[in-house]
């Protein structure tokens, strides 16, 4: 193998040992985490640009271990000075534990479909879990989520890994079912809609460099999953692309309506990620059913910015002092690096176009539009033009409400008057990011093997960010020179303006929902006292979460009688022996 | 070149359509080249900086003129004379839709950044505008593309026989988004003066001077950019663009002259028409329509 890839998790192995010897050892962490996601993204990039072929490590491989080694270079220097927060028991513990997750995230990679690839894979949805689970008794419902969901995802892996064991041509069907269990299987990691429940419940509970290793890095392994399964389980069956288009446009608009009518902070970015992953998935699936290299570059460029992205907002939201919107407020002032940060990553997330997220809506629009040259039904999905703008307008508004609430205006609470900015080491990680996310937006190209250079077809997108830069600094000079003084905000002249008459989190997006029936908001009027002014509280009604409590306690009264045969009766054990066999006998038998 | 163009054409536009509009309202009203004075004098004063505002105060109406002026020059104006003017690839327009939204991004963030409650409203409001407008002119742009067999604005065919159906769907749509862009009536009434009804000036309360030149500038030229894609449809060669501002010019007058402001609420149903519009062209296309 790479002898950088082998350095690299040798790096991670070695950080893991010194926390168990001398806990807390964090501050090996940027050198070990930080050290090994330079040489991951070093060799991962070579062999994606050079197009390798060879095992384990090849093109497909390549790019994702790139991907992981700049999250982990950008967390790793943050996670030093955040862990030096904690209490040294449970640091050091995290120390642990966090390298063996993000080596185990690399070894799925590199590991063919089979005993070894299920082995990694739930071990590192076992890491994430206990991870999550030690943040305490807040995080018990969204542990839980994150486990039930890899228990789900093992078992259509499962399905699928030993149906291709059998190393017999799929006849008869039963591609289909070796499809479906890789679509449960992966889709559920890559939150597809509406197996995406787990995601929001789990993220936002994880400490904030854990949320962006997964928000980042581990939900793009569904992705590659269902990309890399092409070479293991022949081309997919039309149902599939269908299937994952279908889903995940729809899952992308229902998420993002959902994240509006979301309070927390690291709720928004979940909710962003399951749109992003949604429509990530819609892009594979397009690429499924129409092979145009439009879909594939789509689906690459994205999964980059993403990463970058969302590890840079995950890890911006660290420095928060609250994680309520509604309780933020004019953070920028006590803030200011860590808001530049943020409001360059919201940039790239709402998709704007010097930013590498607008390259792939353009990417996704082509692709969409070019599939009027289809035949059968395949021109209706030009539809998806409609969609995607949709989806790119509410994503930019979701974004002016998370940033503009949080870090422009005056602080809603006395804690937001509080907020410490992060030391040299957390600037150091988000500047990593950040600087990669900004490479990866002006330079694209830069990011193609040679192969697929001859299919790219960009924007003018330098001389255009030259342009913006170069007349936008020119104007602010010119600005900054006029004659200006600081005043109070207009108020009407009443002089009566408090921080509270601001709009709050719900409110700023109550109107908004009213386009979208599925996720309601219910306002009441409450007073404390007689005396008392009357508040409004708004609460969020939201159909798919009725049904799913309803499936829960369904399942729970299902399982509360299965448990009769958990009776103690000896009887009863050896019936159930004996029909096994019987069963097992008739199987091999035929 | 078009960004130049439609910067010095802005003011004469919006002016002269004030003074049109007084008098078809019977009144004096102001001199046709009132906004060319406006904005010279606005640049001149000073402007004020509310208590802790951040960096985005002053970025956004900079920002909100070059989204705007950027876009501008994707837009490829055929002039009788110099041929075509403008840069021009395939999946342009999607760059100069996205190139407005820019614009808009940072006006309604800097909406939120005084902390006022009016700023919130406004901003607020205009993110329910672009959600409402967006797919369907995008998917009118799209499948007038599609009609004319190119993604790049300057290969669209102009309105024909075969393809009449899909443009005039598409032209509908597209002047309904020329009303919501440009906020004008009845989606929202340039002259209120009530900051409770206010969409567009409503980000706009705390920025003066300047700055407010700049927003007011930049206000100008979208509508000409909503007219010059309005212009790309239409079947008058070289005359296209004067065409569609004269159209543009009679029809915002007229229409804001007799016509009423829709209730805030109300919107949605209005702006259905526009994405139902977009819908029917992209229908239009792909199943090969003809009339």
Known sequence: ???????????????????????????????????????????????????????????????????????????????????????????????????????????????????????????????????????????????????????????????????????????????????????????????????????????????????????????????????????????????????????????????????????????????????????????????????????????FFHQAAHALFKGLLFLGSGALPAREISRLGGLHRLLPRTASWSFLAALAAAGLPPMAGFLFEWYLYQGFLAASQGTGALPLLVLGVGVVALVGALAAVSYVRLFGLTFLGQPRSPQAGEARELGRFGQ????????????????????????????????????LSLALVALGGGLVYLLSRKPRRVYDTWDCGFNALTPQMQLGALGYSEQLLRLFPFVELKAHLFRQGLLDPPRVRLEVGDWLLALETRLALGYAALAHRVQRLQSGSLHLYLLLQFLALLFALGVVWR | MSALLFLLLAPLFTGSLKWFKARLQNRVGPDPLYDYKNLLKLWRKTWIRPQGSSPLFLLAPVVSLLGVALAAAFLPLKSASAGTLGISFAGDFLVLVYLLNLGRFFQVLAALDAGSAFGGQGSYREGLLSVLTEPGTVLALGAAGLASGSLSLADFSPLSQGNALVYILALVA???????????????????????????????????????????????????????????????????????????????????????????????????????????????????FRI
Request: charged share 10%.
């Open chain 1, 1 to 299: 193998m790479n002898p950088l890839i082998d350095l690299a998790l040798t790096l991670l192995g070695l950080q893991s040992l010194l926390a168990l010897l001398r806990p807390p050892a964090t501050g090996f962490l940027p050198l070990s985490l930080g050290g090994s996601g330079l040489l991951l993204l070093a060799a991962g990039l070579q062999a994606w640009i050079a197009n390798a072929q060879m095992a384990p490590l090849d093109a497909t491989a390549g790019f994702y271990v790139a991907l992981l080694g700049a999250l982990y270079l950008g967390v790793g220097p943050y996670l030093r000075e955040y862990l030096s927060h904690h209490e040294p028991r449970r640091a050091g513990l995290e120390t642990f534990l966090l390298p063996l997750f993000a080596a185990a995230m690399v070894g799925v990679l590199l590991s063919p479909p089979g005993y070894t690839f299920l082995f990694l894979w739930e071990g590192m949805a076992l890491l994430g879990y206990l991870l999550i689970a030690r943040e305490g008794p807040a995080a018990l419902a969204g542990s839980r989520a994150f486990f039930l969901a890899s228990r789900l995802s093992g078992a259509g892996l499962l399905l699928a890994l030993i149906l291709l064991a059998r190393k017999e041509p799929l006849v008869g069907g039963l591609e289909h079912l070796v499809w479906a269990g890789l679509v449960l299987g992966f889709g559920t990691k890559a939150a597809l809609f509406p197996l995406h429940a787990w995601l929001p419940k789990a993220h936002p509970v994880a400490m904030s460099p854990l949320s962006a290793l997964l928000s980042g890095g581990m939900v793009k392994l569904g992705l590659y999953g269902l990309y890399r399964a092409q070479g293991w389980a022949g081309p997919p069956p039309g149902w599939v692309g269908w299937l994952l288009v279908g889903l995940g446009l729809a899952g992308a608009v229902y998420a993002l309506a959902r994240g509006l009518a979301e309070e927390d902070y690291k709720g928004v970015l979940a909710y962003s990620s399951v749109e992003n992953l949604n429509l990530l998935l819609a892009a594979l699936g397009g690429y499924f059913l129409l092979a145009s290299p439009f879909f594939w570059l789509a689906f």
């Open chain 1, 428 to 463: 150091l990680g988000m500047g990593v990011l950040a600087g990669l996310l900004l490479c990866l937006s002006l330079f694209p190209q830069a990011l193609l093997p040679a192969a697929a250079k001859e299919h790219l077809r960009l924007y003018p997108v330098l001389p």
């Open chain 2, 174 to 288: 597209l002047s309904l988004a020329l009303l919501a862009e440009g906020a004008r009536m009845p989606v929202d009434d340039p002259t209120t003066h009530l900051e409770l009804t206010m969409i567009h000036e409503a980000q706009l309360l705390d920025h003066s001077g300047p700055l407010l030149a700049l927003y007011e500038l930049s206000a100008g030229m979208k509508l000409l950019v909503y007219t010059g894609l309005i212009a790309l449809l239409l079947p008058f060669g070289g005359l296209s663009f004067p065409a569609a501002l004269l159209l543009a010019w009679l029809g915002l007058a007229y229409l804001e002259t007799y016509g009423v402001r829709l209730r805030y609420l109300r919107l949605p149903d209005l702006m259905s028409y526009n994405t139902l519009m977009g819908i029917l062209a992209v229908l239009g296309v792909v199943l090969r």
